[in-house]
C-alpha cells in the first residue's frame, strides 16, 4: 500500500476537523473537499454515494421539572448506506488484473459509511434549559453499530421554566471515507502484487434535535399578607397561597419555620383543593420574642400536596413577607407608671388631710 497517498487523506482530515468545529459549532455547513491533485495517481474505478448517518436518542426518561439538574445520557447509531455506485470505466473489455482491481476498490469503498472520530456537542437554544458539558467523543461506529456506553450531558433546568417541550440541538461531526483509488503492476494466484491503495477522507456532520420536556406542577405564591405582629406580643398572620402552576392539587397542608423571634404551637394550616389560579388563607398565630426589632421579616414555609397522579409531593420553599411593629404597650406603659404615682400621692394626701382633719376636731363632752 503506499503510505505517502494514505496518509495525504488521514492529514486532510485531521485539518478539515480542527478548521471546522470551533468553540461555538452553529451554522456549520460540511464541506466537500474536491480531490487533490496529487491524490490522483490511480485508477478510479467506481464512484460511490451514500455514507454513515447517524441518529441520537436519550437513554431513559425525557421529562423533568423545573429546576432539576440532571445527565442526558444519549444513544448514537450509525444507520449509514451506500445508496448507489457509478462506474468510472467505459464497456470496453478489462482484463484480469482490472477486474481484481475493481474487486480491491469495491471492498474499500464499502467502509464509506463508518463514522470515524465522532464528536458530540449538545446546545440548547433557549435560556431556561442550560447545557454545563462540552464537547463529548464517541469513538467510531461502522454501518449498523451503536455506542457502547451513552454519551453523557450535564443539564440544569431553571426554576421559572414553563412547561412544554423544548428541543436541544445534538451536532454530530466525524470523519469519513470520501473516495478510493487502487493500482498494481500483475495479478497473480496470490493477489495483485505491488497493490496501491489511496484512501481519502472527509469532515461529515449531521444536527439532531433531542427533544425534553419540562412537566405540568403546581407552583405556589404567597400572593396576600395581613395580620399584626408586635415585639413581645401574640398576634394572628393571615397568608393567602395561589396555585400560579398549571396543574390542580389535592388537600393542601402549608407548613411555617417559625425561627427566631418567632415561635408558634400551630405551625400547620389546611389550604384543601386548589386548582390552577385558585387561592386559599392560611392563618397562624405567631408569638414574637422580646429580642426582635422593628423591621420586615420573612417566614419560610412550604405546601405537602398530592399531585394529579397521586403522588405526595412538597413544593419549594414559599417565603411570607410580614412586618414585625413595636410593641402596642411602648408608650402606654411610660404612662401608666406617672399616672399610679399621681394616684398613689391623691390618695396619701387624702388619708393626711382625714387625719388633721379628725385631729382638729374637739372631743364631745
Known amino acids: 500500500m503506499n503510505k505517502r497517498n494514505l496518509m495525504i487523506g488521514i492529514i486532510a482530515l485531521g485539518i478539515s476537523l480542527m478548521c471546522l ?10 464541506q466537500n473537499n474536491a480531490l487533490p491533485d496529487n491524490f490522483d495517481f490511480s485508477d478510479n474505478y467506481y464512484t460511490v454515494y451514500g455514507g454513515p448517518d447517524v441518529s441520537a436518542n436519550i437513554v431513559g426518561d425525557n421529562e423533568f421539572y423545573r429546576g432539576d439538574s440532571v445527565t442526558l445520557n444519549i444513544n448514537l447509531m450509525n444507520k449509514g448506506l451506500i445508496t448507489g455506485f457509478r462506474s468510472e470505466e467505459d464497456d470496453d473489455p478489462i482484463d484480469e488484473l482490472d477486474q481484481k482491481l475493481q474487486q480491491q476498490e469495491m471492498s474499500y469503498e464499502s467502509q464509506r459509511t463508518t463514522a470515524i472520530g465522532i464528536v458530540a456537542i449538545l446546545a440548547s437554544p433557549d435560556p431556561n434549559v442550560e447545557v454545563k458539558s462540552g464537547p463529548q467523543e464517541a469513538g467510531s461506529l461502522a454501518a449498523g453499530e451503536q455506542t457502547s456506553s451513552p454519551v453523557m450531558f450535564n443539564v440544569e433546568f431553571s426554576e421559572n421554566a414553563p412547561s412544554g417541550d423544548y428541543p436541544l440541538i445534538l451536532s454530530l461531526y466525524y470523519g469519513y471515507q470520501k473516495n478510493v483509488q487502487v493500482s498494481g503492476d500483475n495479478e497473480t494466484s496470490l493477489g495483485v502484487t505491488n497493490l496501491d491503495v489511496g484512501l481519502w477522507y472527509d469532515v461529515g456532520s449531521q444536527n439532531v434535535t433531542i427533544p425534553v420536556n419540562v412537566k405540568k406542577e403546581a407552583q405556589f405564591e404567597v400572593t396576600n399578607v395581613s395580620g399584626h405582629l408586635a415585639i413581645g406580643e401574640e398576634g394572628m398572620l393571615h397568608a393567602t397561597y395561589t396555585n400560579t402552576g398549571d396543574e ?28 390552577s389560579g385558585e387561592s386559599a388563607v392560611a392563618v397562624f398565630k405567631l408569638k414574637v420574642g422580646d429580642t426582635a426589632i422593628e423591621k420586615p421579616y420573612a417566614i419560610n414555609s412550604e405546601i405537602k400536596y398530592e399531585d394529579t397522579k397521586g403522588h405526595d409531593r412538597v413544593s419549594d420553599n414559599v417565603k411570607i413577607k410580614t412586618q414585625v411593629s413595636a410593641s402596642s404597650n411602648s408608650y402606654t406603659g411610660g404612662l401608666m407608671l406617672p399616672a399610679g404615682f399621681v394616684i398613689a400621692a391623691l390618695v396619701i394626701g387624702a388619708i393626711v388631710l382625714y387625719i388633721r382633719r379628725k385631729q382638729g376636731q374637739k372631743p364631745e363632752e
Do not use: W
Open 248 to 275: 390542580p392539587v389535592k388537600d393542601a397542608i402549608v407548613r411555617i419555620s417559625a425561627a427566631n423571634p418567632f415561635s408558634t404551637t400551630d405551625d400547620q394550616a389546611y389550604l384543601g383543593d386548589l386548582d
Open 21 to 30: 468545529i470551533p468553540a461555538s459549532a452553529a451554522g456549520f455547513t460540511p
